[in-house]
């Protein structure tokens, strides 16, 4: 396996005007690796009313900084730039502008005839998900395998600051490690902590990573065919604690929802706070166990996690939200396979609801109209024609800004390349915590003879963003 540190900066350019903003995808690649070709590629949705500019740079694992690219994202619109590292280059990359831009970043693989192979989402490094100073930082799940390469780094505030670097099999044994480095130095000049990950087979290993200034750590694992591709982010220790907002949602009862869901009808409560079903024997653990991203509420979920089929096609999980702060947006991105429809007219996919009847959103499918809706409550319903394919994958984005009164349905295709952008006005600004909000995915059962849930379908990599 091969590695790589990546050091950098995460301060905005003073230069950038005001209200602009500047996150970092902290993998960016174009290389071969065996027979497959990695590229990342980064999406910019411009949700506003007018064009905006969006500036991208690129910076190499040795520090050399190219120049930089801009483009131009219309209004309403997306833009998938791909190509911004170099052949045969990784590195990180800079994205600046307008800071209600909206940006994901995915780490793609595609084979020798140029088709995708697989995929993986990129966290974003940015203020909401930086780890303070001296607090370790743990990627798990790291493998040594004759047929993947891993790259794995960290950035630092500014390049202030010194790291050191720790690995761990399973078992608790030391692999290696590194006495602490400037952030200065580079990748070529640590010496490597995970020499023994050479030798032999080993798996769920860690690499725990403490830096004396706020920092973020990752690691991408890459196959030789470009069959699996992985992105490992920090993980979350249980000091992000769930149990007083789970408490105080348990006091004041959790109900259904009135009858508006992401299906439109009838669901009932979860038989958990925190979503999905129980096992179906003593000793199973579901999948699909939120991960808390900071302290507003936001989570993610990562791999294939949701397998909808009857009698067990529903999924809720709470956001754990502040209480008594009235939140400005909340994005919902998850990956979906359609592997075949159960009815010809109303497919349930998502929602984001309010326990009572507050109904922020609900996106369905129509199959007979080739149309995909998204529910706003209040007899608002927004439409648009997209001929949905079966046995196909995509990613969807929901977000829900009650600044900009939008609520805004962004559809990628297994491609990367934009399949559908629906926008419309939300119905239900106060998104507060006055009761237990939830993401719903899928549909308990049939409803109305028309509401089907996604039985066959596949949920994958949940990513909940919840900002005061």
């Known amino acids: 396996m091969k590695h790589v540190v990546i050091l950098g900066l995460l301060a905005a350019a003073a230069t950038l005007p005001l209200q602009a903003g500047t996150v970092y995808v902290p993998y960016a690649t174009d290389e071969m690796v065996g027979s497959a070709h990695y590229r990342t590629e980064v999406a910019v949705t411009n949700p506003g009313d007018s064009p905006a500019r969006v500036q991208m740079l690129f910076v190499s694992a040795d520090g050399v900084r190219l120049p930089g690219r801009t483009a131009t994202v219309p ?7 791909p190509g911004i590292a170099p052949a045969g280059a990784h590195g990180r990359v800079e994205v600046s502008g307008p800071a209600a ?11 020798q005839d140029g088709l ?7 966290p974003l490094v940015s203020a909401e998900n930086l780890v303070p100073a001296g607090q370790p930082i743990h990627l798990q799940g790291l493998a040594n395998s004759a047929d993947a390469v891993t790259r794995w780094g960290a950035l630092t505030i500014d390049e202030q600051g010194s ?15 590194t006495s602490r480095a400037a952030a200065t130095a580079l990748s070529r000049d640590f010496a490597e902590p995970l020499q023994a990950l050479r030798a ?12 004396d200034a706020p920092a973020f750590a990752y690691a991408a694992v890459l196959s030789n065919d470009g069959s699996r591709t992985t992105f490992v982010a920090p993980s979350t220790s249980l000091q992000a604690d769930l149990t007083p907002i789970v408490d ?13 869901n992401s299906g439109g009808k009838g669901s009932g409560s979860p038989s958990s706070p925190v979503g999905g079903t129980p096992p179906a024997s003593p000793g199973e653990t579901p999948l699909g166990v939120p991960v808390a991203l900071d302290n507003n509420g936001s989570f993610k979920i990562d791999g294939d996690f949701f397998f909808p089929v009857d009698g067990d096609s529903y999924r809720q999980y709470v956001l754990n939200l502040l209480p008594n702060v009235k939140y400005h947006r909340v994005t919902v991105d998850f990956d979906l396979f359609i592997n075949r429809w159960q009815t010809s007219i109303f497919q349930a996919v998502a929602g984001l609801r309010r326990t009572g009847k507050t109904l922020f959103w609900g996106m369905l499918i129509r199959v007979d109209k080739q149309k995909t809706l998204i529910d706003a409550g209040h007899d608002k319903l927004y439409k648009g024609i997209a001929k ?19 609520v805004t349905l962004q559809v990628l295709d297994g491609n990367g390349n934009v399949f559908q952008t629906i926008t419309g006005k939300t119905t239900n600004n106060d998104l507060r915590l006055t009761k237990a909000v939830y993401v719903d995915l899928g549909l308990r059962g049939i409803a109305d003879h028309a509401y089907f849930p996604p039985s066959t379908w596949k949920y994958s990599n949940l990513k909940v963003v919840a900002i005061p």
């Open 200 to 211: 032999g087979a080993l798996a769920e290993a860690r690499l725990e990573v403490t830096c």
């Open 388 to 406: 949905w394919q079966q046995k196909s994958n995509y990613h969807v984005q929901v977000v829900y800004d009650t600044a900009a009164r939008k």
């Open 116 to 122: 995708l192979l697989s995929s993986a989402v990129e």
């Open 75 to 81: 209004a309403h619109g997306t833009s998938i730039v």
């Open 101 to 111: 831009l909206v940006v994901s970043a995915r780490l793609n693989a595609y084979g």
């Open 163 to 177: 790291c050191s670097f720790a690995a761990f099999s399973s078992d608790g044994a030391e692999l290696g490690a």
């Open 248 to 260: 105080a949602i348990r006091a004041g009862g959790v109900g259904g929802d009135g009858g508006e």
